[in-house]
Every structure is written in structure tokens, then in C-alpha cells.
């Protein structure tokens, strides 16, 4: 099993919001290469903005973004591992199906992966 590991300094998310993102009905993702090679991690952190809703709500889509990312690692290796990622997920997520968000996932991932190589 592939751990995550969450950005934790502030200039580390100024770098990579500036850097490439896709917009999806559910979230948008920021990603970029990384320098070093860690393939023992995945660089992965899931942010929700404080307009969304109280605690409950923000937990709850960041909960499903992070079981539809773990589901994807598991089954199919999509993720390049190479890249670190801020996901911001939007209110549409709390009241969707995990399965539409997943398969959005899953495509996201693959549009990543044609856009890195």
C-alpha cells in the first residue's frame, strides 16, 4: 500500500498552484513533476475552502476524494507517483455518487499521465 503525504509549508502550495490544473464538475486539480524521484509516497493533499460548509461537510468530501484516489492506486496504478498533487473539491461532492466521482478520478488521472509524458 502507497502512503500519502500531505503538503505541510505554505510555500509548497504557492508553487504548485502556479504551476498546471483541470477543472472537473467535482474538484480541481493542481499538479507538477517533482525533482526527486520518491516513489515510495504519494505527494497528495485534498483542500476545501471554508465557504463549502461547516466541518462535517468538508471532512466528508475530502473522505471521498481520498477513498476514490486509494481505490485508483489500488486497482489500477494510474497515479504517476512522480508528481505531487492539491485537489480542491467542491460542494457537488458531498450529495454525489462515489462511483461518477471516481470515474472522474480515474479519467483526470489518465489525462495527467498523457499531459506528463
Known amino acids: 500500500m502507497i502512503k500519502f503525504k500531505s503538503l505541510n509549508r505554505n510555500k509548497d502550495f504557492l508553487k504548485i498552484l502556479k504551476k498546471r490544473k483541470l477543472n472537473t464538475k467535482y474538484y480541481t486539480i493542481y499538479f507538477d513533476k517533482n525533482s526527486k524521484h520518491l516513489n515510495k509516497c504519494l505527494n497528495i ?7 463549502i460548509g461547516n466541518a462535517v461537510i468538508r471532512n ?3 473522505r471521498k476524494l481520498k477513498s476514490a484516489v486509494q481505490k ?5 496504478q494510474q497515479i504517476d507517483l512522480n508528481c505531487t498533487y492539491v485537489i480542491f473539491g467542491k460542494n457537488i461532492v ?4 462515489f462511483d461518477f466521482i471516481f470515474n472522474e478520478m480515474t479519467n483526470t488521472f489518465k489525462k495527467i499521465k498523457q499531459i506528463n509524458s
Open 45 to 51: 493533499s485534498f483542500v476545501m475552502k471554508k465557504k
Open 60 to 62: 466528508k468530501i475530502k
Open 72 to 76: 485508483i492506486l489500488l486497482k489500477k
Open 94 to 97: 458531498y450529495k454525489g455518487k
